[in-house]
Protein backbone atom coordinates (compact mmCIF):
# COMPACT_ATOMS: atom_id res chain seq x y z
CA UNK A 1 0.00 0.00 0.00
CA UNK A 2 1.34 3.41 -0.89
CA UNK A 3 2.11 6.05 1.94
CA UNK A 4 2.33 9.42 2.59
CA UNK A 5 4.01 11.54 5.22
CA UNK A 6 1.88 14.14 6.99
CA UNK A 7 3.66 17.19 9.23
CA UNK A 8 2.20 19.71 10.99
CA UNK A 9 4.74 22.64 10.49
CA UNK A 10 6.18 25.71 12.00
CA UNK A 11 7.74 23.82 14.79
CA UNK A 12 11.37 24.92 15.31
CA UNK A 13 14.35 22.04 15.14
CA UNK A 14 16.21 21.35 17.85
CA UNK A 15 18.30 18.62 19.35
CA UNK A 16 20.85 16.47 17.63
CA UNK A 17 20.75 14.36 14.25
CA UNK A 18 23.07 11.40 13.09
CA UNK A 19 24.31 10.84 9.47
CA UNK A 20 24.18 7.64 8.08
CA UNK A 21 26.62 6.32 5.07
CA UNK A 22 26.46 8.02 1.88
CA UNK A 23 24.67 6.38 -0.85
CA UNK A 24 26.14 7.45 -3.30
CA UNK A 25 29.72 6.13 -2.03
CA UNK A 26 28.49 2.58 -0.78
CA UNK A 27 26.68 1.78 -4.03
CA UNK A 28 29.85 2.39 -6.36
CA UNK A 29 31.90 0.04 -3.02
CA UNK A 30 29.53 -2.34 -3.88
CA UNK A 31 29.98 -2.63 -7.90
CA UNK A 32 33.91 -2.24 -6.68
CA UNK A 33 33.57 -5.20 -4.82
CA UNK A 34 33.16 -7.11 -8.20
CA UNK A 35 37.08 -6.71 -8.86
CA UNK A 36 37.72 -9.12 -6.01
CA UNK A 37 37.81 -12.79 -6.20
CA UNK A 38 36.84 -13.04 -2.40
CA UNK A 39 35.37 -11.33 0.56
CA UNK A 40 35.05 -7.99 1.25
CA UNK A 41 33.20 -6.10 4.40
CA UNK A 42 31.89 -2.88 4.24
CA UNK A 43 30.25 -0.89 6.73
CA UNK A 44 28.69 2.36 7.89
CA UNK A 45 25.56 0.85 5.00
CA UNK A 46 22.60 3.32 5.14
CA UNK A 47 19.50 1.86 5.14
CA UNK A 48 17.98 2.62 1.94
CA UNK A 49 15.85 1.62 -0.90
CA UNK A 50 19.16 1.74 -3.35
CA UNK A 51 21.43 -0.55 -1.12
CA UNK A 52 18.86 -2.93 -1.27
CA UNK A 53 18.48 -2.35 -4.78
CA UNK A 54 22.15 -2.65 -5.65
CA UNK A 55 22.95 -6.06 -3.35
CA UNK A 56 19.95 -7.55 -6.16
CA UNK A 57 22.09 -6.30 -8.92
CA UNK A 58 25.47 -8.11 -7.32
CA UNK A 59 23.67 -11.29 -6.60
CA UNK A 60 22.07 -11.42 -9.99
CA UNK A 61 25.69 -11.78 -10.84
CA UNK A 62 26.32 -14.50 -8.51
CA UNK A 63 27.65 -12.96 -5.92
CA UNK A 64 26.89 -14.04 -2.50
CA UNK A 65 25.85 -11.59 0.26
CA UNK A 66 24.99 -11.01 3.31
CA UNK A 67 23.25 -7.53 4.70
CA UNK A 68 23.18 -6.68 8.48
CA UNK A 69 20.94 -3.66 8.18
CA UNK A 70 21.41 -3.46 12.41
CA UNK A 71 24.60 -3.44 12.27
CA UNK A 72 25.32 -1.53 9.33
CA UNK A 73 27.25 -3.84 7.33
CA UNK A 74 27.15 -6.11 3.82
CA UNK A 75 29.57 -8.55 3.48
CA UNK A 76 29.99 -9.14 0.02
CA UNK A 77 31.65 -12.62 -1.95
CA UNK A 78 32.10 -12.50 -5.11
CA UNK A 79 35.10 -15.15 -5.84
CA UNK A 80 32.42 -17.14 -8.61
CA UNK A 81 30.62 -14.17 -11.00
CA UNK A 82 28.42 -16.36 -12.73
CA UNK A 83 26.76 -13.45 -15.00
CA UNK A 84 28.22 -10.58 -17.00
CA UNK A 85 24.50 -8.87 -17.68
CA UNK A 86 22.93 -6.30 -15.17
CA UNK A 87 19.62 -6.34 -16.92
CA UNK A 88 17.02 -3.39 -17.67
CA UNK A 89 14.47 -4.30 -14.52
CA UNK A 90 18.02 -3.01 -11.99
CA UNK A 91 19.07 -0.16 -14.44
CA UNK A 92 15.51 1.64 -14.98
CA UNK A 93 15.74 1.23 -11.00
CA UNK A 94 18.24 2.71 -10.09
CA UNK A 95 20.92 4.41 -12.34
CA UNK A 96 24.14 3.55 -10.06
CA UNK A 97 23.81 0.01 -10.97
CA UNK A 98 25.32 1.23 -14.68
CA UNK A 99 28.82 1.58 -12.47
CA UNK A 100 28.73 -2.52 -12.36
CA UNK A 101 29.80 -1.88 -16.37
CA UNK A 102 33.60 -0.70 -15.19
CA UNK A 103 33.64 -3.16 -12.80
CA UNK A 104 32.33 -6.66 -14.45
CA UNK A 105 34.73 -5.54 -17.73
CA UNK A 106 37.68 -5.24 -15.43
CA UNK A 107 36.98 -8.54 -13.80
CA UNK A 108 35.65 -10.72 -16.75
CA UNK A 109 36.94 -9.06 -20.00
CA UNK A 110 33.20 -8.64 -20.38
CA UNK A 111 29.89 -6.50 -19.15
CA UNK A 112 26.04 -6.38 -20.85
CA UNK A 113 24.58 -3.57 -19.16
CA UNK A 114 20.79 -1.93 -19.85
CA UNK A 115 21.54 1.29 -20.85
CA UNK A 116 20.41 3.75 -18.41
CA UNK A 117 18.71 6.52 -20.05
CA UNK A 118 17.15 9.84 -19.07
CA UNK A 119 15.79 10.06 -15.87
CA UNK A 120 13.58 12.67 -13.90
CA UNK A 121 16.05 15.12 -13.61
CA UNK A 122 17.81 14.91 -17.13
CA UNK A 123 18.95 13.73 -20.16
CA UNK A 124 22.19 11.58 -18.11
CA UNK A 125 24.52 10.44 -21.28
CA UNK A 126 27.14 8.21 -21.04
CA UNK A 127 28.83 9.18 -24.02
CA UNK A 128 32.21 9.69 -21.54
CA UNK A 129 32.14 6.64 -20.01
CA UNK A 130 31.80 4.93 -23.37
CA UNK A 131 34.84 7.02 -24.91
CA UNK A 132 36.67 6.04 -21.32
CA UNK A 133 36.30 2.52 -21.73
CA UNK A 134 36.72 2.00 -25.00
CA UNK A 135 40.72 4.13 -24.84
CA UNK A 136 41.31 1.41 -22.07
CA UNK A 137 41.04 -1.07 -25.48
CA UNK A 138 37.12 -2.13 -25.03
CA UNK A 139 34.69 -2.83 -27.47
CA UNK A 140 31.51 -1.42 -26.62
CA UNK A 141 28.45 -1.37 -28.89
CA UNK A 142 24.49 -0.64 -28.20
CA UNK A 143 22.62 -3.49 -28.74
CA UNK A 144 19.06 -4.24 -28.10
CA UNK A 145 19.08 -1.35 -25.20
CA UNK A 146 22.48 -2.79 -23.76
CA UNK A 147 26.01 -1.48 -23.33
CA UNK A 148 27.89 -4.52 -24.58
CA UNK A 149 31.62 -4.42 -23.92
CA UNK A 150 34.60 -6.49 -24.08
CA UNK A 151 37.90 -7.12 -24.76
CA UNK A 152 40.56 -9.39 -25.21
CA UNK A 153 42.69 -7.58 -22.08
CA UNK A 154 42.22 -3.74 -20.75
CA UNK A 155 45.80 -1.75 -21.34
CA UNK A 156 46.01 1.66 -19.70
CA UNK A 157 45.37 4.91 -21.42
CA UNK A 158 45.25 8.50 -21.03
CA UNK A 159 42.17 9.39 -20.34
CA UNK A 160 40.82 13.53 -20.38
CA UNK A 161 36.99 13.82 -20.05
CA UNK A 162 35.09 16.67 -21.61
CA UNK A 163 33.67 17.37 -17.90
CA UNK A 164 34.52 16.00 -14.60
CA UNK A 165 31.70 13.21 -14.23
CA UNK A 166 31.19 11.23 -11.17
CA UNK A 167 29.66 8.04 -12.81
CA UNK A 168 32.25 8.08 -15.59
CA UNK A 169 35.57 8.41 -13.52
CA UNK A 170 34.09 5.89 -11.54
CA UNK A 171 33.17 3.07 -13.98
CA UNK A 172 37.32 3.77 -15.83
CA UNK A 173 38.87 3.79 -12.16
CA UNK A 174 36.94 0.57 -11.47
CA UNK A 175 37.65 -0.62 -15.33
CA UNK A 176 41.35 0.13 -14.73
CA UNK A 177 42.34 -1.78 -11.68
CA UNK A 178 43.48 -4.91 -13.09
CA UNK A 179 44.76 -3.23 -16.83
CA UNK A 180 47.52 -4.04 -17.54
CA UNK A 181 49.74 -0.53 -17.21
CA UNK A 182 48.64 3.01 -16.05
CA UNK A 183 45.83 5.06 -17.00
CA UNK A 184 45.27 8.60 -16.36
CA UNK A 185 42.27 10.61 -15.96
CA UNK A 186 42.11 14.19 -16.92
CA UNK A 187 39.49 16.50 -15.58
CA UNK A 188 38.22 13.76 -13.05
CA UNK A 189 35.28 14.22 -10.84
CA UNK A 190 36.72 15.47 -7.26
CA UNK A 191 33.93 14.32 -5.33
CA UNK A 192 34.25 12.84 -1.47
CA UNK A 193 32.66 9.81 -2.79
CA UNK A 194 35.63 9.30 -5.88
CA UNK A 195 38.32 9.45 -2.61
CA UNK A 196 36.00 6.90 -1.25
CA UNK A 197 35.86 5.18 -3.90
CA UNK A 198 39.99 5.02 -4.28
CA UNK A 199 40.18 4.72 -1.01
CA UNK A 200 38.28 1.41 -0.61
CA UNK A 201 40.08 0.13 -3.85
CA UNK A 202 43.39 0.48 -2.45
CA UNK A 203 42.23 -1.63 0.55
CA UNK A 204 41.84 -3.89 -1.53
CA UNK A 205 44.59 -4.18 -3.02
CA UNK A 206 44.73 -1.71 -5.60
CA UNK A 207 47.04 1.27 -6.93
CA UNK A 208 45.24 4.76 -7.26
CA UNK A 209 46.49 8.00 -6.48
CA UNK A 210 45.31 11.38 -7.12
CA UNK A 211 41.67 10.83 -6.45
CA UNK A 212 40.41 14.05 -5.24
CA UNK A 213 42.16 16.17 -7.48
CA UNK A 214 41.74 17.00 -11.26
CA UNK A 215 44.02 13.89 -12.55
CA UNK A 216 43.84 10.13 -11.01
CA UNK A 217 46.33 7.40 -11.50
CA UNK A 218 45.34 4.15 -11.74
CA UNK A 219 48.59 1.79 -11.93
CA UNK A 220 47.27 -1.77 -13.04
CA UNK A 221 47.75 -4.81 -10.35
CA UNK A 222 47.22 -8.17 -11.34
CA UNK A 223 44.17 -10.28 -10.00
CA UNK A 224 46.76 -11.91 -7.28
CA UNK A 225 47.48 -9.06 -5.89
CA UNK A 226 43.76 -7.90 -4.83
CA UNK A 227 42.86 -9.19 -1.17
CA UNK A 228 40.32 -9.11 1.39
CA UNK A 229 39.54 -6.22 3.25
CA UNK A 230 36.80 -4.37 6.28
CA UNK A 231 36.27 -0.75 4.83
CA UNK A 232 33.85 1.52 6.37
CA UNK A 233 32.26 4.46 3.44
CA UNK A 234 32.12 7.87 4.32
CA UNK A 235 29.14 9.94 5.64
CA UNK A 236 26.31 10.92 3.73
CA UNK A 237 27.27 14.97 2.85
CA UNK A 238 23.61 15.47 1.35
CA UNK A 239 22.13 14.27 4.06
CA UNK A 240 23.64 16.32 6.40
CA UNK A 241 23.16 19.23 4.31
CA UNK A 242 19.54 18.20 4.23
CA UNK A 243 19.51 18.29 7.43
CA UNK A 244 21.48 21.65 8.11
CA UNK A 245 19.04 23.36 5.75
CA UNK A 246 15.72 22.17 7.50
CA UNK A 247 17.41 23.32 10.66
CA UNK A 248 17.70 26.68 9.39
CA UNK A 249 14.38 26.94 7.40
CA UNK A 250 13.00 26.07 10.75
CA UNK A 251 14.86 29.05 12.53
CA UNK A 252 16.04 26.19 14.77
CA UNK A 253 19.59 25.10 16.01
CA UNK A 254 21.03 21.95 16.33
CA UNK A 255 24.10 19.61 15.90
CA UNK A 256 25.04 17.28 12.78
CA UNK A 257 26.96 14.00 13.82
CA UNK A 258 28.58 11.98 11.87
CA UNK A 259 29.80 14.16 9.29
CA UNK A 260 32.60 15.30 7.99
CA UNK A 261 32.12 19.18 8.03
CA UNK A 262 34.80 19.23 4.92
CA UNK A 263 32.85 17.67 3.04
CA UNK A 264 29.99 20.37 3.15
CA UNK A 265 32.71 23.59 2.50
CA UNK A 266 30.54 24.95 0.11
CA UNK A 267 27.18 23.93 1.70
CA UNK A 268 28.80 25.74 4.59
CA UNK A 269 29.50 28.79 2.99
CA UNK A 270 26.05 29.45 1.55
CA UNK A 271 24.86 29.19 4.66
CA UNK A 272 26.36 31.42 6.84
CA UNK A 273 26.00 34.00 3.66
CA UNK A 274 22.47 33.89 4.15
CA UNK A 275 22.67 34.56 8.04
CA UNK A 276 23.18 30.88 9.08
CA UNK A 277 25.24 29.77 12.36
CA UNK A 278 27.82 27.19 11.66
CA UNK A 279 30.10 25.95 13.88
CA UNK A 280 32.51 22.84 13.52
CA UNK A 281 32.31 21.50 17.27
CA UNK A 282 34.62 18.46 16.37
CA UNK A 283 35.85 16.73 13.19
CA UNK A 284 32.84 14.56 12.99
CA UNK A 285 30.35 17.15 14.77
CA UNK A 286 28.95 20.61 13.76
CA UNK A 287 26.16 23.09 15.22
CA UNK A 288 23.91 24.76 12.88
CA UNK A 289 21.18 27.68 13.94
CA UNK A 290 19.51 30.52 12.62
CA UNK A 291 18.14 32.53 14.79
CA UNK A 292 16.46 35.47 12.02
CA UNK A 293 14.77 34.91 9.06
CA UNK A 294 17.32 34.18 6.29
CA UNK A 295 18.82 36.60 3.61
CA UNK A 296 18.46 35.76 0.24
CA UNK A 297 21.84 34.35 -1.64
CA UNK A 298 22.80 33.25 -5.54
CA UNK A 299 23.45 29.95 -5.81
CA UNK A 300 25.24 28.35 -8.92
CA UNK A 301 25.47 24.41 -9.15
CA UNK A 302 28.73 23.19 -9.75
CA UNK A 303 31.05 19.89 -9.62
CA UNK A 304 32.69 19.25 -6.48
CA UNK A 305 34.48 21.34 -4.37
CA UNK A 306 31.79 24.02 -5.80
CA UNK A 307 27.89 24.17 -5.02
CA UNK A 308 26.51 20.09 -5.24
CA UNK A 309 23.06 20.36 -7.16
CA UNK A 310 22.08 17.94 -5.24
CA UNK A 311 21.71 20.69 -2.14
CA UNK A 312 19.94 22.61 -5.05
CA UNK A 313 16.49 21.72 -4.03
CA UNK A 314 16.71 21.76 -0.63
CA UNK A 315 18.05 24.86 -0.62
CA UNK A 316 15.08 26.55 -3.00
CA UNK A 317 12.92 25.39 -0.23
CA UNK A 318 15.02 27.54 2.61
CA UNK A 319 15.61 30.20 -0.15
CA UNK A 320 11.53 30.63 -1.04
CA UNK A 321 10.98 32.18 2.86
CA UNK A 322 14.41 34.16 2.76
CA UNK A 323 14.21 38.21 2.54
CA UNK A 324 14.86 39.49 -0.85
CA UNK A 325 15.38 37.61 -4.36
CA UNK A 326 17.44 34.58 -4.44
CA UNK A 327 18.99 33.73 -8.07
CA UNK A 328 19.63 29.99 -8.75
CA UNK A 329 21.56 28.84 -11.56
CA UNK A 330 21.33 24.81 -11.88
CA UNK A 331 24.46 24.29 -14.10
CA UNK A 332 23.93 20.64 -13.94
CA UNK A 333 20.58 18.80 -14.76
CA UNK A 334 18.53 20.26 -17.41
CA UNK A 335 15.22 19.19 -15.02
CA UNK A 336 16.36 19.38 -11.61
CA UNK A 337 13.81 22.05 -10.93
CA UNK A 338 10.57 19.66 -10.37
CA UNK A 339 10.20 21.16 -6.67
CA UNK A 340 9.19 24.49 -8.23
CA UNK A 341 5.50 24.06 -9.23
CA UNK A 342 4.77 22.17 -5.99
CA UNK A 343 6.53 24.87 -4.07
CA UNK A 344 4.36 27.82 -5.58
CA UNK A 345 1.04 25.83 -4.49
CA UNK A 346 2.46 26.21 -1.36
CA UNK A 347 2.70 29.97 -1.81
CA UNK A 348 6.45 30.49 -3.12
CA UNK A 349 7.20 32.69 -5.18
CA UNK A 350 9.64 30.87 -7.72
CA UNK A 351 9.72 31.37 -11.53
CA UNK A 352 11.70 29.08 -13.42
CA UNK A 353 13.51 31.15 -16.67
CA UNK A 354 15.70 28.03 -18.58
CA UNK A 355 18.32 27.11 -16.00
CA UNK A 356 17.33 29.86 -13.43
CA UNK A 357 15.34 30.23 -11.03
CA UNK A 358 14.28 33.59 -9.53
CA UNK A 359 12.79 32.98 -6.08
CA UNK A 360 11.52 35.46 -4.44
CA UNK A 361 10.60 34.75 -0.56
CA UNK A 362 7.64 35.29 1.14
CA UNK A 363 6.92 35.67 4.45
CA UNK A 364 5.45 32.12 5.30
CA UNK A 365 4.41 29.17 3.01
CA UNK A 366 1.05 26.75 3.67
CA UNK A 367 1.08 23.79 4.35
CA UNK A 368 -0.55 21.35 1.68
CA UNK A 369 -1.14 18.09 -0.59
CA UNK A 370 2.30 17.60 -2.36
CA UNK A 371 4.12 15.32 -4.38
CA UNK A 372 7.77 14.29 -4.46
CA UNK A 373 8.84 13.58 -8.40
CA UNK A 374 12.47 12.67 -7.48
CA UNK A 375 14.52 12.10 -4.45
CA UNK A 376 16.10 15.77 -4.10
CA UNK A 377 12.58 17.20 -4.79
CA UNK A 378 11.20 15.30 -2.23
CA UNK A 379 13.90 16.60 0.33
CA UNK A 380 13.08 19.94 -0.69
CA UNK A 381 9.14 19.75 -0.16
CA UNK A 382 9.83 17.99 3.44
CA UNK A 383 11.80 20.82 4.23
CA UNK A 384 9.03 23.45 3.23
CA UNK A 385 6.21 21.35 5.37
CA UNK A 386 8.37 21.46 8.32
CA UNK A 387 8.44 25.54 8.02
CA UNK A 388 5.09 25.85 6.48
CA UNK A 389 1.59 26.76 8.46
CA UNK A 390 -0.17 24.26 8.52
CA UNK A 391 -0.64 20.35 7.64
CA UNK A 392 1.33 19.01 4.78
CA UNK A 393 0.94 16.05 3.04
CA UNK A 394 3.53 14.33 0.39
CA UNK A 395 2.98 11.33 -1.28
CA UNK A 396 5.78 10.18 -3.79
CA UNK A 397 7.87 8.37 -0.33
CA UNK A 398 9.76 6.08 -3.37
CA UNK A 399 12.29 8.78 -4.09
CA UNK A 400 12.79 9.37 -0.84
CA UNK A 401 12.84 6.08 0.40
CA UNK A 402 15.70 5.85 -1.62
CA UNK A 403 18.07 8.87 -0.51
CA UNK A 404 17.18 9.27 3.35
CA UNK A 405 17.29 6.85 5.89
CA UNK A 406 15.07 6.99 8.71
CA UNK A 407 13.38 10.13 7.89
CA UNK A 408 10.91 9.94 10.13
CA UNK A 409 12.91 9.40 13.04
CA UNK A 410 15.18 11.40 12.77
CA UNK A 411 13.19 14.44 11.94
CA UNK A 412 11.41 13.47 15.19
CA UNK A 413 14.75 13.20 16.94
CA UNK A 414 14.58 16.78 16.30
CA UNK A 415 11.60 17.77 17.37
CA UNK A 416 9.10 17.91 14.37
CA UNK A 417 6.12 16.67 14.39
CA UNK A 418 5.75 14.27 11.21
CA UNK A 419 4.79 10.98 10.64
CA UNK A 420 4.08 8.32 7.88
CA UNK A 421 0.81 6.66 7.09
CA UNK A 422 -0.48 4.25 4.74
CA UNK A 423 -2.74 6.06 1.59
CA UNK A 424 -6.41 4.47 2.12
CA UNK A 425 -7.76 3.52 -1.53
CA UNK A 426 -10.34 5.94 -1.99
CA UNK A 427 -10.38 5.15 -5.76
CA UNK A 428 -14.45 3.31 -5.99
CA UNK A 429 -13.24 1.29 -9.17
CA UNK A 430 -10.26 0.41 -7.35
CA UNK A 431 -12.75 -0.71 -4.39
CA UNK A 432 -15.19 -2.18 -6.47
CA UNK A 433 -12.83 -4.32 -8.64
CA UNK A 434 -10.83 -5.58 -5.40
CA UNK A 435 -14.35 -6.87 -4.42
CA UNK A 436 -14.52 -8.74 -7.43
CA UNK A 437 -11.08 -10.27 -7.53
CA UNK A 438 -12.35 -11.69 -4.23
CA UNK A 439 -15.24 -13.42 -4.94
CA UNK A 440 -13.41 -15.28 -7.65
N1 LIG B 1 27.24 13.65 -18.51
C1 LIG B 1 27.39 13.57 -19.85
N2 LIG B 1 27.98 12.45 -20.38
C2 LIG B 1 28.43 11.44 -19.58
C3 LIG B 1 28.28 11.53 -18.19
C4 LIG B 1 27.68 12.67 -17.67
O1 LIG B 1 27.00 14.47 -20.60
O2 LIG B 1 28.95 10.45 -20.11
C5 LIG B 1 26.56 14.82 -17.92
C6 LIG B 1 25.23 14.38 -17.29
O3 LIG B 1 24.19 14.34 -18.24
C7 LIG B 1 25.01 15.44 -16.22
C8 LIG B 1 26.44 15.82 -15.80
O4 LIG B 1 27.31 15.34 -16.84
O5 LIG B 1 24.36 16.55 -16.78
C9 LIG B 1 26.90 15.29 -14.47
O6 LIG B 1 26.78 13.90 -14.46
P1 LIG B 1 27.68 12.95 -13.55
O7 LIG B 1 28.17 11.84 -14.39
O8 LIG B 1 28.69 13.79 -12.81
O9 LIG B 1 26.62 12.45 -12.49
P2 LIG B 1 26.25 10.94 -12.11
O10 LIG B 1 27.45 10.14 -11.87
O11 LIG B 1 25.25 10.43 -13.09
C10 LIG B 1 26.23 11.38 -9.54
C11 LIG B 1 25.25 11.21 -8.42
C12 LIG B 1 24.14 12.25 -8.54
C13 LIG B 1 24.78 13.63 -8.50
C14 LIG B 1 25.85 13.76 -9.60
C15 LIG B 1 26.59 15.08 -9.57
C16 LIG B 1 25.31 8.85 -7.99
C17 LIG B 1 24.60 7.55 -8.00
N3 LIG B 1 24.65 9.88 -8.48
O12 LIG B 1 25.50 11.18 -10.74
O13 LIG B 1 23.33 12.08 -7.39
O14 LIG B 1 23.78 14.61 -8.70
O15 LIG B 1 26.81 12.69 -9.47
O16 LIG B 1 27.18 15.27 -8.34
O17 LIG B 1 26.44 8.94 -7.53
C18 LIG B 1 21.34 12.11 -6.14
O18 LIG B 1 21.94 11.53 -5.22
O19 LIG B 1 20.19 12.61 -5.98
C19 LIG B 1 21.97 12.23 -7.45
C20 LIG B 1 21.27 12.49 -8.56
Redesign the pocket.
Given at each position: MNEKIIIEGGKKLRGEVTIGGA???V??LMAAALLLDDICEIHNVPALA?VKTMLEVINKLGVKSEYNENEKFIKIDATNITSCTASYEYVSK???SF?TLGALLGRCNEAKVALPGGCA???????????GLESLGAKVKIEGGYVVATATKLVGSEITL?????????NIMLAAVLAEGSTIINNA?Q?P?IIDLANFLNAIGADVSGAGSSEIIINGVSQKDLHPAVYTTIPDR?EAGTYMAAIVASRGKAVIKNVFPNHLSAVISKLTELGANVSIIDPFSLEVSCPARPKAVNIVTQ??PGF???MQSPLMAVLSTAKGISIINES???NRFRQIAELRRMGADVQQEGSHAIVKGVRSLTGVQLKAS???AGASLVIAGLCANGTSEIEGLIHLD??YENIIEKFTMLGADIKRVKIKDTNINNVKNNKRKQKV
Open positions: KNALKDMRAIIGERRIDFHIKDRPSVGATEAEEIPYPTDIYEDLRRG
